[in-house]
Structure formats: structure tokens, C-alpha cells
């Protein structure tokens, strides 16, 4: 198994909403087969051509790596629980989350992006673009993944704005969408414990989800259900089936485990990725696409909350350790 690489050209961000609505017939059934395709066998796609630069993904990661590297109690000020309303929004510090339970805690650094709407001003210090850097690329993210969802709509033969209607409050408080910037900081082997990960295995919850990578280290566990090593491709956005859409399409779109590996010996560089996680809307009912009752209605904030209470703030199947 390997991921499928798709051209996005037809619904790049380059193109504009009027002509997103009217592409060709066979561009849109095209690229349809090639998403149902990926996302029903493997759960991931890489995209090219989506609009989203690499320049532009290097500046946020360049901006976000200015914050991590900020002394500790600066990150402490504006730690995830520190902001009413928006609970999700702030600073992971290293350890703190364990997305396979059964590992110990994640080697990794977090920030959550959560509502574009949050009157606190959590860049601190020298830091102010941070704030504007994350805002900016979580409307990029939000602007992608809706167009993405119009295409899934098609490629299963639904109404295109199934998903969508489900999305229209993406950035604000009534909508648990996270643009997450991972850090995650050059590992010191003598001080690894076992079984410990740089994140261990897990699958996301919400619709899809887009990844940006500085570097490798990210696997995805195949059909076969061996973890395989994903590269990194340059210029080009990394999507995968969340957990809330597996059952939206009742399993044909299949979300997978997936982590990141310690790095490999000698290899004493950070590294980065940038998650924006798509969610719907919190009162959105979610309920079986194909009319079946495979799975029962749940609105998309009780799912969250469930899987929340489940793993304490973290996602995760509990994957055995291999
Ligand atoms: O850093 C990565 O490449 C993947 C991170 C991830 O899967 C997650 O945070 O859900
Ligand atoms: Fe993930």
C-alpha cells in the first residue's frame, strides 16, 4: 500500500468560488474517482496543486517554532484551560497527552487554534504574529477542507452540500475545528522510556483532517495492518478520513491509525507538523449518509465530548502496542 498522490488543479484555492462551482463534468468525476478511491482504500491522499504553497506552510512553520521555542513559562501563560469558552484553545506542554493510553506520554508540543473569535490575546511577548500567522492559515485550511467536502459529497453520489451544511460555522465558538501546530523537539535517547513515541497510535475524530509535515517519521497502518512509513512530498497537503466521517458514510470512507516514530539514531533535528482538524458543526446530527441505520444520529459536539471523556482531551482507538 502506498498513498495516492491527486491533482487538485480544478478546486485549487487559485481558482475562484464561481469557477470551483463549474468545473468540467469529467474533472469533476475524475478527481471524484480518484478521492473515493483513496479514501475508501487507504483513508489518506496527498493533494498537489491545491493553492496552498509550500512557501506559505514553511512560514507558519517557521512562526510556530518561534513560539516553542519561547522559555517555558511564557507557553505556560497561555496553556490549553486557560481560556473560558474556548477549552481546547492553547499550549500542550511535552508528555502531557498520551493519544495510545497505553504508551507513555507523547514526545511532542501543541498549540490549538479553536475559535477565530477569542477576545483574549494569547500571542505573547515579541510574539504578536503568532496569533495572526495562526488565524490566517486556519482560514486557508477552513477554505481548502470545504471544497474537499463538496468533491466526497459527489464522489459517493450525494446531494454536494451533505457535508457541507454541516460545516457552516467553522472558526467560530460553536464549532470545534483545531488548527494544531506540532513541535516536536530533538529526542535525547538516553532519556526515552520505553515504548515511548514522538506520538503514539491513534486515529482522529472529527471529519478529515489536513497535515503539513517538516520532515518523515509519520506511518499509517495499512489494510494488512502493518504501520508504513509515509514520505514527505513537497508542496503538497497530506488529507485523511477522521473518525465522525467513517461513520457518517457507514465505513466506506475508512479513518486509520496512524503516529510518528521516534527519530532514527543520530537524528538530533525537531520536527514539525502543522494539523488543521476539521470538524462539524457542534449541533450538527450527524446520521448515516446511505439512508441505513448502521450507526444512530449523534450530534457532532456529544461525539466530541464522548471521545473526549474517553481519553482525557486526547483521540485515540486503543491500539494495541505493537
Ligand atoms: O505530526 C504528524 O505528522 C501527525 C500528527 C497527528 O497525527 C495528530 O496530531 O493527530
Ligand atoms: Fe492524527
Not at 466521517?245 to 533535528?269: C, E, I, K, Y
Amino acid at each position: 500500500m502506498s498513498i495516492p498522490v491527486v491533482d487538485l488543479s480544478a478546486y485549487s484555492l487559485t481558482r475562484g468560488p464561481e469557477q470551483v462551482r463549474n468545473p468540467s463534468p469529467e474533472q469533476v468525476r475524475d478527481l471524484s474517482l480518484e478521492l473515493h478511491a483513496a479514501f475508501t482504500r487507504v483513508g489518506f491522499v496527498f493533494l498537489q496543486n491545491t493553492g496552498i504553497t509550500q512557501h506559505e506552510v514553511d512560514h507558519v512553520l517557521e512562526v510556530a517554532k518561534r513560539f516553542f521555542l519561547q522559555p517555558e513559562e511564557l507557553k505556560r501563560a497561555v496553556s490549553r484551560g486557560s481560556f473560558s469558552g474556548s477549552p481546547n484553545h492553547g499550549w500542550v506542554s511535552l508528555e502531557t497527552e498520551r493519544l495510545n493510553p497505553r504508551r507513555p506520554g507523547d514526545l511532542k508540543e501543541a498549540f490549538n487554534t479553536t475559535s477565530l473569535h477569542l477576545d483574549t490575546d494569547w500571542s505573547s511577548g515579541a510574539l504578536a504574529d503568532f496569533r495572526d500567522t495562526q488565524r490566517w492559515f486556519f482560514l486557508r485550511c477552513k477554505e481548502l477542507s470545504l471544497r474537499l467536502l463538496r468533491l466526497m459529497a459527489l464522489s459517493l453520489d450525494l446531494d454536494p452540500e451533505r457535508f457541507l451544511s454541516a460545516h457552516r460555522l467553522v472558526g467560530t465558538d460553536k464549532n470545534s475545528t483545531t488548527l494544531r501546530c506540532l513541535y516536536y523537539p530533538p529526542v535525547d535517547p538516553e532519556m526515552v522510556q520505553q515504548n515511548q513515541l514522538r506520538c503514539g497510535e491513534h486515529s482522529d475524530y472529527g471529519s478529515i483532517t489536513l497535515l503539513f509535515q517538516s520532515s518523515e517519521g509519520l506511518q499509517v497502518r495499512s489494510r494488512s495492518g502493518e504501520f508504513l512509513s509515509v514520505p514527505v512530498v513537497p508542496g503538497a497537503v497530506l488529507v485523511n478520513i477522521a473518525d465522525l466521517m467513517q461513520r457518517w458514510t457507514s465505513d466506506r470512507f475508512v479513518s486509520v491509525l496512524h503516529r510518528v516514530l521516534l527519530p532514527p539514531a543520530g537524528d538530533l533535528a525537531a520536527r514539525q507538523s502543522l494539523a488543521f482538524f476539521l470538524q462539524p458543526d457542534d449541533e450538527a446530527v450527524i446520521d448515516c449518509c446511505d439512508g441505513s441505520n448502521k450507526y444512530a444520529p449523534v450530534t457532532s459536539g456529544a461525539y466530541l465530548l464522548q471521545r473526549f471523556s474517553q481519553s482525557n482531551l486526547t483521540c485515540t482507538h486503543l491500539a494495541a502496542v505493537p
